[in-house]
């Protein structure tokens, strides 16, 4: 299927390295307009990340790995331990530019560490880019994995609801819910997807509606307030979503509206599985509440489309993010396997390097 690089003309990907800059689909337009922009310096892959011109955890941690490069690139430094120190304040910028998604700050200490192996600043050079394609390269295989791993969860004849973007364009390969949703479709398992419009910024109804179409997956658009509705009328057998950070012990933390989504999959009996790669872990945090939550600018709220929708000083919060805690959750879907609960336990023996047993496959 190959849909990330489909989606539009079979040319573009949602991001890609072209000698000397980063390219990237600007989302912020979709599905109206398609738009590529070009990043040339590491500031512009900061502010593109920020304004969510690209998103998602994955691919923001691939884009800042070219930032980093690009930083690398245009470094004015005469001696190696100059030009590292320059990279890690590129670093530490691009790192401030979402506080929530982990893969961000894991994808910066990955490629920084290639400069452990650096003999000079062309070399230093060098390596940033190697680890920036290798990491861009991984993730595009973690995504069939999980797919692979996730679509045999997915019971024959399935409706998967699906909450916020967590397909090819918040990766670099088909998504992580979406790989799934994809690599089940792919098996015959899935009769329709129920996509969340995800307010405020509709990443459900810009784009994961924009990328199932595409690929000519049945889906439904409902608004965030119908998911319930819709479980109780039978119309929802599975939920699937992304993951932006997940605890040692698996608390998830997600696009906002995750939480309530977790909830009345509870309430309704039906499995609420998290599908992310284990760079979306920090092992450093047990408890969710303990995940910085972006809080992002009023305007997302009190407007839609450009069109003002609230009066002008009324008060106005915008978590970008909420946690849904471990218990919620029937399964976390991985590159290497899927971790059932007890999450500290499961997600500790893939840390470990451990490949997890399948999950019970329901024949399609
Ligand atoms: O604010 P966004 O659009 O970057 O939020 C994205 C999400 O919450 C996704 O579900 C998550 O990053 C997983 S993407 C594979």
């Not at 998290?274 to 992002?296: K, N, W, Y």
């Not at 899927?338 to 023996?349: K, Q, T, W, Y």
Request: include cysteine.
């Amino acid at each position: 299927m190959n849909s990330h690089v489909h989606i539009i003309d079979g040319t573009l990907d949602t991001l890609r390295w072209v000698g000397d800059a980063l390219e990237l689909i600007d989302q912020r337009g979709l599905p109206t307009q398609v738009r590529m922009d070009r990043c040339a310096t590491v500031g512009e892959v900061a502010r593109a990340i920020r304004e969510l011109r690209v998103r998602g955890a994955p691919a923001i941690g691939v884009a800042a790995a070219y930032g980093l490069a690009l930083g690398g690139l245009h470094a004015r430094a005469s001696t190696l331990p100059e030009f590292v120190s320059v990279v890690r304040c590129d670093a530490d910028n691009l790192a401030a530019t979402r506080p929530t998604a982990v893969n961000l700050r894991w994808a910066l200490d990955r490629t920084m560490r290639a400069l452990d192996e650096a003999t000079d600043v062309d070399h230093g050079r060098a390596l940033l880019l190697r680890a920036a394609q290798e990491l861009h390269c991984e993730d595009e295989q973690n995504c069939r994995a999980i797919g692979a791993y996730g679509a045999p969860l997915i019971p024959p004849g399935s409706r998967v609801l699906t909450h916020c973007n967590a397909g090819a364009l918040a990766t670099t390969g088909i998504g992580t819910a979406l790989g799934v949703i994809r690599a089940a479709y792919g098996a015959g398992r899935i009769r329709e997807v129920l996509v969340d419009e995800t307010r405020p910024v509709l990443q459900g109804a810009r784009l994961t509606a924009w990328e199932l179409a595409q690929d000519g997956i049945p889906a439904t658009l409902i608004t965030d307030n119908a998911a319930a509705h819709f479980m109780k009328l039978g119309r929802v057998d599975v939920v699937v979503v992304g993951a932006d950070r997940i605890t040692a012990r698996g608390d998830v933390a997600n696009k906002i509206g995750t939480y309530g989504v977790a909830l009345a999959a509870r309430a309704h009996g039906l499995p609420f599985y998290v599908a992310a790669p284990l760079g979306t872990v920090d092992f450093s945090l047990t408890d969710g509440d303990a995940i910085p939550i972006e809080e992002r600018s009023s305007d997302e709220v009190t407007t839609l489309g450009g069109v003002r929708i609230a009066p002008h000083g009324i008060a106005v919060e915008n978590p970008a993010f909420d946690v849904t805690p471990a218990r919620f959750i029937a399964g976390i879907i991985t590159e290497r396997g899927v971790a059932l609960p007890d999450f500290a336990e499961s997600l500790s023996r893939l840390r470990a390097g451990e490949t997890l047993p399948g999950p019970v496959i329901v024949p399609a």
